[in-house]
């Protein structure tokens, strides 16, 4: 049992930690912005900018998918769930069991594709220039952290019955 609350809290330190990171990379995106408003307004140029505050924009979004899924953020089926009564359980094993495999699947093949654009030397097209596998790794580690949680929450719905997302909508949605 203390093993199983060890994983647990590495686990929920590994999603929260995604969803500072995302915070990071989303005042990174400010920060990009009104530098360039800056530059622009001062005559200055800032080759890029536009292509580094997307790449910020990937990586808030992929470091904060795992974060947001363990929260219940993500848009959920709740609505079909909810219709499916006392089978809800069944419903909400095969939604997580779908997660589950696309998000892994998917994980694998973004690691596969940074590994294959450093293998490469792909350079990004825009005028920064940059080794494109360097803006991949936070996709790949975000992808990453994401398969850990769907992984996660369905053995927890397969072994205790229960997911394990911390939101309030789904509790009252249960209670009803």
């Known amino acids: 049992m203390a093993a199983a609350r060890a994983l647990r ?30 530059a622009r307004w001062s005559g200055v140029t800032f080759p890029g900018a536009t292509d580094y505050a997307g790449y910020c924009m ?46 892994t699947y998917f994980a694998w093949y973004a690691v596969k594709g940074t590994y294959v654009s450093w293998r490469w030397n792909e350079i990004s097209q825009g005028l920064d220039k940059t080794p494109i596998w360097v803006p ?3 996709m790949s580690v975000g ?16 072994f205790k019955g229960e997911h394990g997302i911390k939101s309030d909508l789904i509790e009252q949605s249960h209670a009803e």
Not at 11 to 34: N, Q
Not at 61 to 86: D, E, Q
């Open 58 to 103: 990937a990586a808030a979004s992929f470091f904060a998918f795992a974060y947001a899924l363990n929260h219940g953020a993500h848009i959920r089926v709740s609505l079909v769930l909810s219709a499916l009564g006392p089978k809800r359980r069944w419903g909400e094993t095969f939604c997580f069991g779908m997660g589950t495999l696309i998000a």
């Open 136 to 138: 991949q790794i936070s």
């Open 9 to 38: 809290r590495i686990l929920d330190f590994l999603y929260l930690a995604g969803g500072i990171i995302a915070a990071f990379f989303l005042v990174g995106i400010l920060a990009i912005i009104v530098l360039q408003m800056l």
């Open 143 to 158: 992808a990453i952290l994401l398969a850990i949680a769907f992984w996660d929450h369905l053995v927890q719905l397969l």
